[in-house]
């Protein structure tokens, strides 16, 4: 394999996985919880905690991955119908912004389809060089 190929198939890992934790905070935009500090929170399961992913350069050409939650996780919305709402009416929802998450759905899979292109040039520059060699 080629280091070109490998360089493109680290960035089609990479673009997956990151259509995969965006795919996922999008699923679970409403996955609220009780806020962290509240005492009636101890008997239901918390809030989903977004993730990111964040990719780094390496020294080969190639990206490297890692995944980490969002910070802050949470943020206060009102909700008094929660059986874990505050006396306030505030629940704890996910961090999670669908304006930023679409774009980042669609920078993943523009990603993916250019790194797939590199991967089909590469495979026919291969194969015409293969041919002009016999």
Do not use: C
């Not at 050409?61 to 929660?82: E, F, I, N, Q, W």
Request: aromatic share 6%.
């Amino acid at each position: 394999m080629s280091s070109v190929s490998s360089i493109a198939i680290s960035g089609l890992s990479a673009a997956a996985l990151w259509l995969q934790v965006s795919a996922n905070n999008v699923a679970n935009v409403y996955s609220s919880g009780p806020l962290p500090d509240a005492a009636a929170g101890a008997n239901f399961p918390s809030a989903f905690v977004p993730q990111r992913v964040d990719q780094a350069a390496r020294t080969d050409g190639s990206v490297s991955t890692s995944v980490k939650s969002v910070s802050p996780a949470t943020v206060p919305a009102y909700d008094p119908t929660a059986p874990f709402a505050n006396a306030h009416g505030l629940v704890a929802m996910p961090n999670v912004d669908l304006g930023n998450e679409a774009v980042q759905q669609i920078m993943a899979s523009v990603s993916y389809a250019a790194n797939a292109a590199v991967l089909k040039t590469d495979a026919q520059m291969t194969s015409a060089l293969l041919n002009v060699m016999a």
